[in-house]
């Protein structure tokens, strides 16, 4: 699954922590999921997309054949 939390981040003068924080979960986390090694629980994709004030599919998006 492709995501633009980085760039979201970035637009937001975020660090990898700060977002973590706001969501509870570990910046190692936020790594993995921005890295793609790891996707998102609904819940989870849910808060990032709301700190962002994003819809999720402005955050997420499947890649072919997923």
């Known amino acids: 699954m492709k995501n633009n939390i980085k760039i979201q981040r970035a637009m937001h003068n ?19 999921i921005e890295a793609e090694k790891y996707s998102p629980s609904l819940v989870l994709g849910l808060k990032i997309a709301r700190v962002f004030s994003k819809a999720v599919d402005e955050i997420f998006e499947l890649e072919e054949g997923e």
């Open 14 to 32: 975020m660090t990898q922590a700060e977002l973590a924080e706001k969501v509870q979960v570990s910046r190692q986390t936020i790594n993995a």
